[in-house]
């Protein structure tokens, strides 16, 4: 779905276009590919339809832009919807709360840049430097039967 409403949405930041927003945009798909178009007649002679039937093909959508905050019947009826949105993992709010729909589990979102305190130099203080791997200290247990029983 987020590919085929692309149109409406920067692709830089996933979040939607508000001056798009509501515009109606006409496609046609042929070899399971999508042809778009800002109007029914541009399709129509780029593919040179011209029975009633042929026109019909082109089919017109739109997508309009909202926050959970343009439904209020939904957040008076489920007074918990707005904080099971906020409970939910950085990506799936990101998609179900913001209307962000690039985002994606990635490197990267782990460790958020914002969340590490980047230093300009160096410490002149350092007496070692070290490096570590974090395996959450599990065993190995692949010889351990006892956790099959």
């Given at each position: 779905m987020a590919e085929f409403i692309s149109w409406w949405w920067d692709s830089n930041t996933g979040y939607p276009i508000k001056e798009?927003?509501?515009?109606?945009?006409w496609f046609l798909r042929r070899n399971d590919k999508l042809y778009w178009a800002d109007t029914k007649e541009e399709l129509c002679r780029q593919f040179d339809l011209k029975t009633e039937e042929e026109r019909a093909e082109p089919k017109s959508v739109t997508f309009i832009a909202?926050?959970?905050q343009d439904n209020k019947i939904l957040l008076e009826k489920d007074k918990?919807?707005?904080a099971n949105l906020k409970a939910l993992s950085l990506v799936e709010?990101?998609?179900l709360l913001y209307g962000n729909w690039k985002i994606k589990p990635a490197a990267g979102l782990y460790f958020p840049r914002n969340k590490v305190n980047i230093i300009e130099e160096l410490p002149k203080d350092v007496v070692?430097?070290?490096r570590a791997w974090d395996f959450a200290a599990t065993e190995?247990?692949?010889?351990d039967i006892s956790g099959y029983f």
């Open positions: 798009r927003s509501g515009v109606l945009r909202s926050t959970l918990g919807y707005l709010r990101e998609r070692q430097w070290v190995d247990r692949k010889n």
